[in-house]
């Protein structure tokens, strides 16, 4: 089988690395623009990161950890809602601890959020050193980006300059690139360019706001003390990630919205915040949505040309590496009648669109500050679906605090946060009795 796979970003590499593990007879070649830089953003990951590259990927994490230098990402703290709240990867609701017969979310009355013992201990640690555990990771983008290519050439991957400037199709078929190019199968993982789809994108626009980030990097100036955790801070039109590296730099990202704040008025804001001067800095634009179809004959999408969400909850390389995966088994079992295909893409939005949701109610939800664009993401809360999981679990713990034995479809492969992850954010955001009853209201009218 031949593949060719457009882009060497994160995309590019860790879908050609997936797929020659699962299918290591197949021959892959990467065509990658030399003047198309990659994004280079894209350093943060959730808990399933190192099982995945560990069991999927064959990757060797002691010399991934060696060569990259990456900091243990336990969860996130963030600075949302009426009091700063952890969410932390490990389990605190889904647990049954204690010889108890209910999960811990079943006996979390007015409980903290922040009170399980392992997140505290977690959180409170501040480390002169990266510490490194079995769950999710803060990575230095350019030097995860050199390893994986430096692996995908020891594996037999062919990686090849080139920008694609032709694409010739037979029907719902690509026949070759530039005229030149063949294979069986072609992954288009060029990034934001999108370059090989011809399916409908569908925007998040009318749930999600924010459009751009506001990027730079500052030195470590606690002492070199690194935070195994990234930092999600409320700001007047969007949030800050900060995020620590091993180097003794912290990267930073301010979120925002262009219909709401200006280039301009985002770097002061962000300069007050962090009392510093910022010198150099990118503005990164990005667009929310996913495509309507994601595998459609002999083209498949992955990446951000294919869909992306936005940074908050870094979700976009556990994407990757769960379309990859099911890519490949696909592609190794084969799909002659292409039902397996179908239901592909019909996974794939719904996975997309429940993630959308996840990341709404991180929004909708957040009280911190009350100008217009907070209060325009409150009345969005109307764009969670009746039908929609999202809605099911809002819905749920207004109605029941966390008192509620877990429900089977929340542990389905659409939902990868699971109830657990659900439960922190709406612990976090929403926790007393009082402010459930009155969203309870707000849901059901589906507005605020
Ligand atoms: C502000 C922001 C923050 C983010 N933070 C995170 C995060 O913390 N965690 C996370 O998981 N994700 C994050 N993401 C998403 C992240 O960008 C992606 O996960 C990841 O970088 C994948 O990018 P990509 O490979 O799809 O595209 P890119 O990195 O853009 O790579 C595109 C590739 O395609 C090639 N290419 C383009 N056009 C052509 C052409 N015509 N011919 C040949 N080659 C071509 C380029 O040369 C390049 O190699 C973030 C995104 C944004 C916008």
């Known amino acids: 089988m031949e593949i060719i796979i457009i882009g060497a970003g994160s995309a590019g590499l860790l879908s050609a690395l997936m797929i020659k593990n699962k299918i290591p007879k197949c021959n892959i070649t990467i065509i990658k623009d030399p003047d198309t830089k990659v994004i280079g953003v894209g350093e943060s990951t959730v808990g399933s990161f190192i099982t995945m590259l560990k069991d999927h990927i064959g990757i060797d994490i002691d010399d991934f950890i060696k060569n990259v230098k990456p900091v243990t990402k336990h969860g996130l703290l963030f600075n949302f809602g009426k009091k700063d709240f952890n969410y932390s990867f490990d389990r605190t609701f889904d647990l049954e ?19 399980s013992e392992e997140s505290t201990h977690i959180f409170n640690k501040t480390n002169t050193e990266p510490i490194y555990s079995k769950g999710g990771l803060n990575l230095n983008n350019k030097l995860s980006l050199e390893y994986l290519e430096k692996i995908a050439i020891e594996k037999g991957i062919k990686i090849i300059n080139g ?117 150099d800095y ?36 556990m994407i990757i590496l769960q379309l990859s995966l099911q890519i490949s088994y696909i592609l190794k079992y084969g799909d002659k009648k292409n039902d397996l295909i179908d239901d592909y893409n019909k996974f794939v939005n719904k996975y997309y669109d429940n993630i959308r949701d996840f990341i709404l109610i991180h929004f909708c939800f957040n009280n911190k500050i009350n100008n217009k664009y907070w209060k325009d993401y409150k009345k969005r809360i109307g764009k969670l679906s009746k039908n929609s999981l999202g809605y099911e679990i809002v819905h749920y713990y207004l109605r029941n605090n966390t008192h509620i034995r877990f429900l089977t479809h929340t542990y389905n492969d659409e939902n990868p946060f699971g109830l657990e992850g659900w439960y922190s954010i709406l612990r976090g955001l929403i926790p007393t009795e009082t402010d459930r009853k009155k969203w309870l209201v707000k849901l059901e009218k589906g507005k605020e």
């Open 97 to 115: 601890q204690n010889g108890n017969y209910l999960p811990n979310g079943f006996y979390f009355e007015g409980g903290d959020i922040n009170h």
């Open 163 to 279: 920008k694609i400037i032709s694409v010739e199709r037979i029907d719902n078929n690509i026949k070759s690139l530039n005229k030149k190019h063949k294979a069986d199968y072609f992954i288009d993982c060029s990034g934001f360019n999108s370059l090989l789809s011809e399916e409908k994108w569908v925007s998040y626009n009318d749930s999600l706001i924010n459009d751009k980030a506001l990027f730079f990097e500052i030195t470590n100036k606690r002492n070199y003390n690194i935070r195994p955790y990234t930092q999600a801070t409320t700001m007047k039109c969007g949030w800050l990630w900060e995020i620590d590296h091993a180097d003794n730099t912290t990267s930073c990202g301010y979120v925002h919205s262009s219909k709401y704040t200006s280039d301009k008025e985002s770097l002061k804001e962000v300069e007050q915040k962090l009392k510093i001067k910022i010198k």
């Open 282 to 317: 990118r503005i990164i634009p990005f667009k929310t949505g996913r495509l309507e179809k994601h595998w459609v004959g002999n083209v498949i999408t992955i990446g951000n040309a294919d869909g992306f969400i936005e940074p908050l909850e870094s979700t976009s390389l």
